[in-house]
């Protein structure tokens, strides 16, 4: 049983070995025109992508037929997924505590895990028409699969060490992706940012495993949770597990790399920077619940990064001008209510919601992705009055934005909801302030998603055709909505985002809800007022003098330049000074100092006989006299 | 008592003196290169089959004959889990380097005199890493630096003559000090015999005697390693050694100085080792994040490798210095890794050189993915595994090395190796940034002409000197340097049958260790178990 488990996993790592191996055998090299080649990477992509989605169905399958364990207060997804299945491959003798290659899938794991298939699912479908014209879309699919296989890797790990390989997989993948326009410098900093920032947050969640996995004796995820742990090291430990998921997750103070990785192709935002890989943080805090639970501090500190992460993200969200860029602070924002449910006890609440937002961010993705593909530009400035070119887009991304809002029946509703109760009936010494930080972030929520939707999607229209694409995008504006291969997945995706919700009605808490539902109705009211009064200027104008500040993020880039990357550079090249004046200079020194010793030496060296007698006489005296006074 | 070892050692032995024979006068000799060099690849991998690997703690295939009775020198030779991957390694790269060779005629000319210099290269890199005598392995340790001296001093780049005198004077001096740290060791026991020794565990060898011991012997082999500050020749002979230079010189010499202190400074001298473990440790991570931002500062890519050797052998002295199993095995993981990667990097540093006419960065421009798609995307793959990367080869020497430095050896203090793993962990993300940042250089961006050899930039100092205050070493500033073109006038090839047949086994291999660590865990923990006894295992 558990070689199917291995199977969802490595049929998209055979898919990506083969798309970048074999999709170009025997037809010619890097043509623009290559569509044989193009042709074999997509089928190679897609056929594993369904089969995975195909093997992790059966798995439901298999779990629903579990027993439910008794007892009260089980997350629901124990209750859907009572079942288990597990299994160790081989074990890793490393001189220390071991590392077991092992597996498990349980109704956690399955349900992060058909997350990530379906919009892996999408995505690949969606890209065939995305990139259609893409000379590099073969080495493109084969990474988005080898992705998928590192997330599921992640998903189904019975042990940190395992969990740990995929979780930098996945970087490698996004570091790759996001520079898949690496003709331009631009895309190309961006990813070793991504890269950078997100390793920096990795060591220390290695060094989170190292003090749990050597505090249980073992590296197995239920060794770990069944261990007795001191607190102490539960909260050192927890602590430095939480820099991982601050740095994959985007969040306070690693969030920087988010926003700048939309400089990928818009499929790739869409799966692994809003949908599956920053949720990867959120969901190994879920995965490992009970240790963090053990460790009130480390909550408390998620409780205050969440809190400033959310507002933060979402004021930033409402002066940006790039539609990505709008989504990619959602994101973050989002990400913030998943850590601010874990910190205030629900894992249940964070886990909703991260389904149903990966449902709804991925499909506003695709769909700003059409939008763009459309207009040939990024910025909202550019777009305009599109519903009626583009009327399946406007549905979908309508359906999108009111789950983003958290807008009654979609989805986001009732997952942001459970988040807010949760929020609201927790006891810790951030509540307060988390509870404040998360209701204003409701409003600015409702605020920045209408305003993208009116600025993209109503007024004037203002798209004018660009007469060469510019690199990074993809298309230039043809006037008709995209392809059919482009639109299914879209469809299919919209249909979660609008109906998820449902499986959490019986759970809603109206009270709250309808706070909420109010605040963000509120944000969107303003700016709807902002823009009926003129609706071709921004409404984040509202923000006055604030705006400048909120469109740079609050200047937290420059900040980390000045105190981090200049540095650093200015200590390499002392460093390299150094090493050539000091280090070699003493070796050099040396070897100069020798020459000139041996002048010295040679001086004694001149072949007149005469010398050489009188030394000899001197020497013979000295050692005459000193036998005659020393005896 | 197995010839097996003799023989392995013979085959290029007999091989390089047959190359003497007037037959091989002006005729190729690359066939024959990789016929010796090939048989030799076949006894190793023969030596590895018939390896007991349910018994790899211990001494097998062992031959032991007396060489001079009078001073009671044996010729003693032997596998066990800790030379075995060491044997195959150097095998294989000697093997790759002819391959290479076979299409890429030597710059200096003399084809036979350098084949002929390779194979006793071979023998004495071979003869290191079996020898079990305490002089047999120095006379083998120092049968090697001849033939590397020649490589750099003939087949070299413009300022080969002085890299290669420093890197023979340098290593010799290195060498003194060993030997005296083997006379002392050799005076306080009365035997020369590895195993007997390491079997002992240092009994009968008072603690002072051993601390002066360690101190000669760690010098002397982190000299070769090398060890942060002992490093300087290194960068100078990388980037005027030829190709196969450099590959032998990272993937094997460097490992000779970090096995020397598995086999016989921490085995023999456990009590010396523990006390002086504390400043190992400090000098290993010092050399990690100062090779680091050396890197992140270069401009010449060979040299930008070289440095990057001494942040990698960092990580295998802190594995050592933990003095745990599991630091041992990460050092020992982390030896075979270095020399996969480096030796692949240095192969595609040299074929990029060959086709741009420089290794400087900056006057390279950027692009290759473009230019060259096959070479860009394997340097791609190189530096990923160099910087680390799960699932590559290059990760599980660094995790393990950090993994022991989280709980060393009882006798060490736990908070300064608790600070040495904080330390190192940063030392990832800096070498994650200049490879990084390297490929971003040199891959990404628009193809642009290669700036023509104007003013000489060729040796190490001149480089230096461009790099002076004020230089910026930011990607952008390329933009200025170099003008963009839409076709790059210097017609270049990608990669060659002949390249890809030297180069696919060190990707096959990296990936191989990389997905599967227990192939060479499995063989080294038994051994290292062997090695560090009881006394100081936690």
Not at chain 1, 71 to 79: H, K, L, N, S, V
Not at chain 2, 212 to 229: C, D, N, S
């Amino acid at each position: 049983m558990i070689f199917v488990v291995a199977l969802v996993v490595l049929l998209p790592f055979l898919a990506a070995a083969a798309g970048l191996l074999a999709s170009r055998l025997r037809t010619g090299r890097e043509a623009p025109g290559d569509r044989a080649a193009y042709r074999r990477a997509a089928w190679f992509a897609i056929a594993a992508a369904t089969a995975s989605l195909a093997l992790t169905v059966w798995l439901v399958l298999v779990l629903t037929r579990g027993a439910v364990p008794a007892g009260e207060g089980r997350p629901f997804w124990t209750d859907l997924l009572p079942g288990r299945l597990e299994g160790t491959l081989s074990v890793v003798e490393t001189g220390s505590v071991p590392v077991a290659v092992s597996l498990r899938a349980d109704g956690l794991s399955v349900l992060a895990g058909m997350l990530v298939v379906v919009v892996a699912l999408a995505v690949q479908v969606y890209s065939v028409g995305y990139m259609r014209d893409e000379p590099r879309y073969p080495s493109y699919s084969a990474f988005v699969s080898l992705f998928t296989s590192a997330m599921l890797l992640v998903v189904y790990a019975g042990d940190l060490i395992v969990l740990y390989v995929g979780w930098e997989i996945m970087g490698l993948c996004s570091y790759l992706l996001i520079g898949h326009w690496w003709e331009d410098r631009a895309n190309s900093r961006a990813a070793v940012k991504a890269f950078l920032v997100t390793r920096l947050g990795d060591v220390g969640f290695l060094f989170g495993v190292f003090t749990l996995g050597i505090a249980a004796g073992s590296f197995r995820i239920d060794d770990i949770l069944r261990a007795d742990i001191p607190t102490g090291t539960a909260v050192a430990g927890t602590l430095l597990l939480l820099a991982g998921v601050a740095g994959k997750s985007a969040q306070v103070p690693l969030q920087t790399w988010l926003p700048d990785a939309m400089a990928g192709p818009t499929p790739i935002s869409a799966l692994i920077h809003a949908a599956t890989m920053v949720a990867a943080g959120i969901f190994i805090v879920a995965r490992l619940y009970p240790v963090f639970l053990g460790a009130q501090p480390t909550l408390d500190v998620l409780g205050v990064v969440a809190a400033v992460g959310m507002l933060g993200a979402a004021l930033a969200a409402l002066a940006q001008d790039d539609l990505k860029r709008v989504l990619a602070y959602s994101t973050i924002s989002q990400l913030a209510y998943m850590a601010a449910a874990l910190a205030a006890g629900s894992d249940r609440a964070a886990m909703f919601h991260l389904v149903s937002h990966g449902a709804f961010k991925a499909l506003l993705f695709l769909c700003a992705g059409l939008v763009i593909h459309h207009a040939g530009s990024n910025l909202m400035s550019h777009m305009g009055g599109l519903r009626t070119a583009m009327p399946v887009t406007f549905w979908t991304t309508t359906i999108g934005l009111a789950a983003l809002m958290g807008l009654p029946p979609a989805s986001g509703f009732f997952s942001k909801d459970a988040v807010i109760a949760a929020v609201e009936h927790s006891r810790g010494a951030a509540q307060p302030f988390l509870y404040a930080s998360a209701l204003l972030t409701v409003g600015v929520t409702g605020a920045y998603a209408t305003r993208a939707w009116l600025r993209t999607f109503f007024g004037p229209a203002r798209i004018e055709p660009l007469p060469e694409p510019p690199p990074g995008t993809a298309h230039v504006f043809d006037g008709r909505e995209a392809p059919r291969s482009m639109l299914w997945p879209v469809g299919v995706l919209a249909v979660p985002a609008l109906l998820l919700g449902f499986a959490g009605v019986r759970e809603v808490d109206w009270g709250s809800a309808a706070v909420s539902l109010v605040v963000a109705l509120l944000g969107a009211g303003i700016v709807y007022a902002l823009w009926r009064g003129a609706p071709d200027q921004d409404p984040a104008r509202m923000l006055g003098p604030f705006q400048a500040p909120c469109e740079r993020a609050f200047y937290v880039d420059a900040l980390y330049a000045a105190l981090i990357v200049r540095p650093v550079l200015r200590l390499a090249r002392g460093v390299v000074r150094t090493d050539a004046k000091v280090v070699d200079g003493a070796v050099r020194g040396s070897g100069r100092a020798t020459l000139g010793l041996s002048t010295l030496v040679r001086l004694a060296q001149t072949g007149n006989a005469q010398l050489y007698v009188t030394g000899l006489l001197a020497g013979l005296l000295l050692i005459a006299v000193a036998a005659v006074v020393l005896t | 008592m197995s010839a097996l070892p003799a023989v392995l050692l013979a085959v290029p032995l007999l091989g390089a003196a047959a190359l003497a024979l007037p037959v091989f006068r002006g005729r190729s000799t690359s066939a024959y290169g990789i016929a010796v060099s090939g048989a030799a690849l076949v006894l190793a991998l023969v030596v590895a089959a018939v390896f007991d690997y349910r018994d790899a703690g211990r001494i097998q295939l062992g031959l032991d004959v007396p060489w001079s009775p009078g001073l009671g020198l044996r010729f003693h030779l032997g596998v066990d889990g800790i030379s075995l991957p060491l044997v195959v390694l150097t095998a294989l790269l000697v093997f790759l380097c002819f391959v290479h060779l076979a299409r890429h005629r030597p710059e200096g000319g003399r084809p036979r005199a350098l084949a002929f210099t390779l194979l006793v290269l071979e023998v004495g890199m071979i003869g290191t890493f079996l020898a079990l005598d305490l002089l047999l392995f120095f006379v083998f340790f120092e049968v090697v630096l001849v033939p590397m001296y020649f490589v750099i001093a003939i087949w070299g780049g413009p300022a080969r003559r002085a890299a290669a005198v420093k890197f023979i004077l340098y290593t010799l001096l290195g060498s003194a000090l060993l030997l005296i740290g083997l006379l002392v060791v050799w005076a306080q026991t009365g035997t020369l015999d590895i195993a007997d020794l390491a079997a002992r565990h240092g009994s009968g060898i008072p603690r002072t005697a051993q601390v002066l011991a360690f101190l000669a012997i760690g010098v002397g082999l982190a000299v070769k390693t090398p060890m942060w500050p002992l490093h300087t020749w290194l960068p100078d002979a990388h980037t005027e050694a030829p190709t196969v230079g450099s590959v032998l010189l990272a993937g094997v010499l460097l490992k000779m100085g970090t096995y020397g202190f598995a086999r016989i400074a921490i085995p023999v001298l456990p009590e010396g080792a523990a006390t002086l473990a504390p400043w190992l440790g400090a000098f290993a991570v010092v050399g990690i994040v100062y090779g680091s931002l050396a890197c992140l500062a270069q401009r010449d890519l060979k040299r930008m490798i070289a440095y990057s050797s001494v942040g990698h052998m960092g990580f295998v002295l802190l594995g050592f210095a933990t003095l745990t199993p599991v630091g041992m095995n990460a050092a020992l993981f982390g030896n075979v890794a270095h020399g996969l990667i480096t030796g692949l990097l240095f192969f595609l540093a040299g074929a990029v050189k060959e086709r741009y006419g420089t290794a400087d960065m900056v006057r390279m421009g950027g692009g290759m993915l473009r230019r060259l798609p096959y070479i860009g995307s394997l340097l791609t793959f190189a530096c990923v595994a160099s910087l680390g990367l799960p699932g590559l080869a290059g990760f599980w020497g660094e995790m393990l090395a950090l993994l022991g430095a989280f709980r060393p050896a009882a006798a060490l203090s736990r908070p300064l190796f608790l600070v040495f793993m904080a330390v190192g962990g940063l030392g990832t993300v800096l070498t994650a940034a200049y490879f990084l940042v390297m490929l971003s250089r040199v891959t990404h961006g628009r193809p642009t002409e290669t700036v023509p050899a104007g003013p000489p930039l060729t040796s190490a100092e001149e480089i230096r000197e461009v790099l002076g205050p004020g230089e910026p070493v930011e990607p952008v500033a390329t933009g200025t340097a170099v003008a963009e073109v839409e076709e790059p006038a210097r017609p270049t090839w990608d990669v060659t049958g002949h390249e890809l047949a030297a180069w696919l086994p060190l990707v096959a291999l990296t990936l191989a260790f990389g997905l599967w660590p227990k192939a060479l865990l499995a063989v080294t923990t038994p051994a290292v178990q062997a090695v560090l006894g009881q006394g100081v295992t936690p």
